[in-house]
């Protein structure tokens, strides 16, 4: 029996995207390093949507896992994604042990000169003609998404791409290799979505200039309904999607349905789309006591919509600004070090606190 073509490809992150990761300090780095995959929590709704874009496509979409997590938990991560029903197509992690012993130490952090590359090589393997992208607000994902999506287009030449790796500081055989990926690359205007997750609760007003195409999501079931209104889900994988998030305890119906104004309130998705979803998944006729579980949660969601009245209509996905990004991969790797500078800083004084106070200090 001949595979369906491959229609699109579903792009991952992983830490903070959709595991739950904590790395911002070393103890909860060697926690992690250490976790079974029993004890590594997803974010709620990840798997589930996850496993509902895959039975969307019924063979013809592809899931593909990015992480900056190092390749020594590969085996780890596989099995977690096994415990949640979900099957990778291609699971990629940072060489990080290696990047360390060569003393490549910028590799270490570095997004673009890790990801970029990543990302085109992967295309090269396999070119969908749709890409939706998932990342995360505690990176650069938004920034190196773009930068991708423009690439494919077309709207950044070989030589700008060459500016934005020495703004990124890459190494010169990443830069070498970068460059020769993105002239074989299969182009195209391929990534219809760009979806990043705010784990860390960053506002959403400073993705504005990225264009509508990047869509900042606080959950997944803000994520589930942007994919509805693109048309990869029907509504009954979206209130599956809301229903196995609110068993998760973390959810209530209440928070869901704030989900879905706050998506409306900015222009994210049309009314009518979220109208239509609770159409389409609450039968006609039936009282609510005849009502399953999914179609009550539908007419919540039908009655917050209707409370908003009449608002501006969600904008395209196809429009993205063409971005200055030298300028942007710049400004990043200074907010980087910055950073860094300053968590150094706060550890260098934490630990002379810490040793006035111990009484056994001399």
């Known amino acids: 029996m ?16 959709y595991l739950r990761t904590e790395f911002d300090t070393l103890g909860s780095l060697i926690r992690t390093a250490f976790e079974k995959p029993a004890d590594k929590r997803a974010v709620p709704g990840a798997p589930a949507l996850m496993r509902a874009l895959v039975a969307a496509g019924a063979g013809a979409h592809r899931i593909c896992i990015l992480s900056g997590s190092p390749r020594q ?13 979900v099957t990778a197509d291609e699971l990629v992690l940072k060489p990080n042990l290696s990047n360390a012993l060569r003393g490549r130490f910028r590799a270490l ?14 295309r090269i393997g396999a070119a969908a003609p749709g890409e939706t992208l998932f990342g995360d607000d505690a990176e650069s994902d938004a920034l190196t998404y773009c930068l991708y999506a423009d690439l494919l287009a077309g709207r950044v ?21 970068t460059l020769d990926l993105a002239a074989r690359v299969p182009g195209g205007d391929a990534v219809q979505r760009i979806l990043i997750h705010l784990e ?51 959810h209530s119906l209440d928070t869901l349905a704030n989900s879905l104004q706050d998506l409306i309130r900015r ?39 209707r409370a908003l009245g009449a608002l501006p209509a969600a904008p395209p996905a196809a429009d993205a ?27 260098s004084r934490d630990a002379k606190r810490s040793r006035r106070q111990d009484p056994d200090h001399r």
Do not use: C
Request: aromatic share 6%; net charge positive.
């Open 321 to 347: 600004p063409l971005l200055d990004y030298p300028a942007l991969v710049a400004a990043d790797v200074a907010r980087r070090r910055d950073a860094k500078r300053s968590r150094d800083a706060k550890r």
């Open 200 to 250: 860390g609760r960053s506002p959403t007003a400073p993705f504005e200039h990225y264009g509508a195409r990047v869509v900042p999501v606080f959950n997944y079931f803000q994520a589930a309904l942007v994919l509805y209104q693109d048309r990869h889900l029907d509504a009954g994988a979206v209130l599956g999607i809301a229903r196995e998030m609110l068993a998760s305890g973390e």
């Open 2 to 17: 001949t595979a369906p073509a491959l229609r699109h490809t579903y792009r991952w992150d992983l830490d903070k995207t």
């Open 157 to 177: 030449t070989q030589r700008e791409l060459g500016r934005v790796l020495d703004a990124a500081n890459a190494y010169p055989d990443v830069r070498a290799r």
């Open 109 to 122: 952090r570095d997004q673009v000169g890790y990801k970029l590359p990543a990302l085109l090589e992967s």
């Open 73 to 85: 938990l590969s085996r780890v991560v596989a099995a977690k994604l096994a415990l949640d029903g």
């Open 267 to 305: 222009g994210r998705l049309g009314i009518k789309t979220a109208l239509a979803l609770g159409e389409e998944s609450m039968p006609l006729g039936s009282s609510l006591a005849e009502l399953a579980p999914q179609s009550e949660i539908a007419r919540t969601f039908t009655a917050r919509v």
